[in-house]
């Protein structure tokens, strides 16, 4: 089975600054995604950043950045510059490589202050 | 518990055509969602329910019905199918409690619905 842990429920940090969200997954499957997504108040699911398992390049999205790492199953996301619009749900997400079986983590709440 | 439920797997449809993808969760859950996913693309909500007879929009309704007449069941409905509705769809739901914006979200293994 597919698990997803973020053991991070709540984070805070100010404007302006860097911000790094932890992620780690289980599987057993060698070719899968990973995402982050982000969740506001509108509950929208809005995708953030994904990643290919057999890309070892990291993937970046403006601000947004992430640290793959596929031996120690981690995947945690950077935010740059963070900005009051950043403040949200996050969560990580895993999906196997037929487009099926996602699995998300239980989300941690970032809040960034003024 | 089973979790999240969704039949059926795999669905072809003729445009024009008309069906009920099912949803059912055991866990007692409130809220409800609907999402669809395109290859390569990240979710996109189309319906959500906060509760048995509570339904609201998401981003991308258009062409869809929801209805919640129980805790545990959430249907969505096609009508008149059509090539643009030929997507993954994921039904999740969620213990949201009072005074929290959102919860962690459970998944069903999810739809795949081609339209031709």
């Known amino acids: 089975a597919q698990t997803v842990t973020q053991s991070q429920p709540e984070m805070s940090v100010q404007e302006a600054e860097t911000v790094t969200l932890s992620c780690t997954y289980d599987t057993s499957e060698n070719n899968y995604y990973l995402f982050w997504y982000k969740q506001p108040p509108s509950r929208q699911m809005i995708l953030v950043i994904r990643q290919e398992a057999y890309k070892q390049q990291n993937a970046t999205e403006n601000r947004f950045s992430v640290n793959f790492q596929k031996a120690a199953k981690s995947f945690s996301l950077k935010i740059s510059d963070s900005q009051l619009g950043d403040t949200a749900m996050y969560f990580c997400?895993?999906?196997?490589?037929?487009?099926?079986?996602?699995?998300f983590g239980p989300g941690t709440r970032l809040s960034v202050l003024p | 518990n089973a979790g999240v439920t969704q039949t059926p797997k795999f669905r072809i449809l003729k445009i024009g055509q008309s069906m009920t993808l099912q949803c059912a969760q055991d866990?007692?859950?409130?809220?409800m969602y609907w999402y669809r996913q395109d290859p390569g693309m990240g979710l996109k909500l189309i319906y959500y329910?906060?509760?048995?007879?509570?339904?609201d929009k998401g981003e991308v309704p258009n062409g869809y019905n929801v209805s919640r007449s129980t805790t545990e069941d959430f249907p969505l409905r096609l009508e008149l199918a059509a090539p643009s509705q030929t997507s993954v769809y994921f039904c999740a739901s969620s213990p949201t409690h009072s005074g929290m914006e959102t919860d962690t979200q459970y998944f069903g293994p999810g739809t795949r619905l081609t339209v031709l």
């Open positions: 997400a895993l999906q196997d490589n037929y487009g099926q079986n996602f699995v």
């Open positions: 866990m007692n859950h409130n809220y």
């Open positions: 329910s906060v509760g048995a007879g509570i339904t």
